[in-house]
């Protein structure tokens, strides 16, 4: 079975700081994502990466910037984070093509206050 | 532009009865559809796919290209079945898939 594992369940961070989320896959996937879970507007993509120093924007990517050094490792970096950034952040991760769909971690519930 | 879209934000029916999530999409190329599924505190998971023609946990779902659908039907829903269901797009020329925004499925007993 695929893993993907995020660092932190539950986050609450203060308005500036900056905030990094962790994602490890453990299946030598070359694609991760990053997406947002947001009541009502689904999930929304902020920012994938096809190879390691890789990356491209989603639909969504102001505010944050990401960091693929090593295969399994893609982080999520809120520069300053932002009330308006608290939301449910999921990473996936997939074989060339997701044929098979995206496997996805269990979420990181992140509070900005 | 692609897009994938869930009229319904909750869907209530009772035990046995039959269900019908419904799912339209946008894409003017050959599409590869998914139904993913989240259980209470659980993760996001892959339900199924429409390639593979599969029924899982008795759900099933068909690609209607005249109509640009791809509805997810139980004949008799289950207690379990509770849960929030998102229908996805691949689209090949960004290997990237994207989420409608989710129908809530509640099964009363």
């Known amino acids: 079975d695929v893993k993907v594992t995020q660092s932190s369940r539950y986050l609450v961070k203060r308005t500036g700081e900056k905030v990094f989320l962790e994602c490890v896959q453990d299946m030598d996937h070359e694609n991760m994502f990053w997406y947002r879970q947001d009541p009502g507007l689904g999930l929304r993509l902020i920012y994938f990466s096809y190879d390691v120093k890789m990356k491209e924007k989603g639909d969504i990517p102001e505010g944050y910037s990401v960091s693929r050094e090593k295969k399994e490792r893609f982080s999520l970096i809120l520069e300053s984070a932002s009330t308006n950034q608290t939301s449910m952040y999921l990473c996936a991760s997939g074989d060339p093509g997701q044929r098979y769909g995206y496997t996805f971690g269990s979420g990181t519930r992140l509070t900005v206050v | 532009a692609q897009r994938v879209t869930q009229p319904e934000k909750l869907l209530s029916v009772f035990k046995g009865a039959p269900v019908e999530l419904k799912c339209n999409y946008s894409y003017s190329g050959s599409p590869e559809l998914f139904w993913y599924v989240q259980y209470s505190r659980q993760r996001l998971q892959l339900l199924l796919r429409?390639?593979s023609r599969e029924s899982i946990k008795g759900f099933t779902a068909d690609l209607n290209k005249g109509e640009t659908s791809f509805h997810l039907k139980k004949p008799f829903a289950q207690e379990e079945d509770s849960a929030m269901y998102y229908c996805a797009l691949r689209y090949s020329s960004a290997s990237k898939i994207i989420f409608g925004s989710g129908t809530r499925l509640s099964i009363r007993p």
């Open positions: 429409h390639i």
